[in-house]
């Protein structure tokens, strides 16, 4: 790990190099300047973490991995922020996809709202785009923990819901954010479960809300509203798989009254 002053001087040239490139740790194309030494140095830490996290076979090996060293990454991220360039950045993508992994959301948070802010790419090797990637994951992750559920989660689920709303994404994916959103609001506020089961239910039919909405429905005395329309026919394949080992597609589809449980495959940069 590196001391503070180490760290102190890798968050002040993050910062200095990224106002001075257009491109910390992206690659350099169309004229765009290389990376940076610190971003290079970046780049070369985290391809052998990668290359360490790929010979692993348990995922809570690799979590564990992800968790013991992403420290080593903080002070260049920082610095990245602080320049706000909004340049592509690969060491920071992939450190808030680790972040969602080791269930860091507050640390997450900034990193998430910077890349949706500045348009940012997934890395190479990954077919579904940042939206998609990390609303699915968000909101997985509060579907996973129903019994034991944080503010951070719930404070990030809705953040992202709003940031990415006039994004294009599968329907499936945001009808499985909407369901999350609605099992946060169950106890404390029941009518805004319903809203979030409805647009669920209207975006994916099979989204796994029925049961609990009409319950809601019911002891709210809320009456039902009409049917959704029937699905639109979609363009694409929606299981479209991640590159090499960290494949991603959205859920398939349950029946309608069975909880919708089905994870894309792998968490979010399982292997990357």
Do not use: C
Request: a negative charge; aromatic letters at 2%; hydrophobic letters at 40%.
């Amino acid at each position: 790990m590196p001391s503070f002053a180490q760290r102190h001087h890798d968050r002040v040239l993050a910062a200095r190099q990224s106002l001075a490139s257009d491109a910390p740790a992206g690659e350099a194309s169309g004229g765009r300047p290389a990376a940076t030494p610190l971003a290079t140095r970046m780049l070369q830490l985290l391809a052998g973490h990668r290359a360490a996290l790929k010979a692993i076979k348990s995922r809570d090996k690799k979590i564990a991995l992800k968790a013991e060293v992403i420290g080593e990454y903080d002070a260049y991220v920082e610095g990245v922020l602080e320049a706000a360039t909004g340049a592509q950045d690969t060491v920071l993508v992939t450190i808030m996809l680790w972040r969602l992994d080791i269930r860091d959301f507050a640390g997450a948070a900034p990193l998430i709202r910077y890349a949706l802010a500045h348009d940012m790419a997934m890395p190479e090797g990954f077919s579904r785009d940042l939206p998609e990637m990390v609303l699915e994951e968000i909101a997985e992750s509060v579907l996973k923990d129903s019994e034991d559920l944080d503010l951070e989660q719930t404070a990030i689920l809705l953040e992202v819901i709003d940031l990415t709303d006039d994004i294009d994404m599968h329907d499936e994916i945001r009808a499985k954010a909407h369901k999350a959103a609605g099992l946060l609001h169950v106890e404390q506020a029941p009518e805004r479960a319903i809203e979030h089961y409805e647009e669920a239910l209207r975006l994916n039919p099979n989204a796994g809300v029925k049961q609990a909405l009409d319950r809601l429905r019911r002891e709210t005395d809320r009456p039902e509203d009409p049917a959704p329309p029937a699905a639109a026919a979609r363009d694409g394949e929606v299981t479209d798989r991640e590159a090499g080992d960290d494949p991603r597609s959205p859920a398939a589809a349950p029946s309608s009254d069975a909880p919708s449980t089905s994870k894309t495959d792998a968490p979010a940069g399982a292997d990357n």
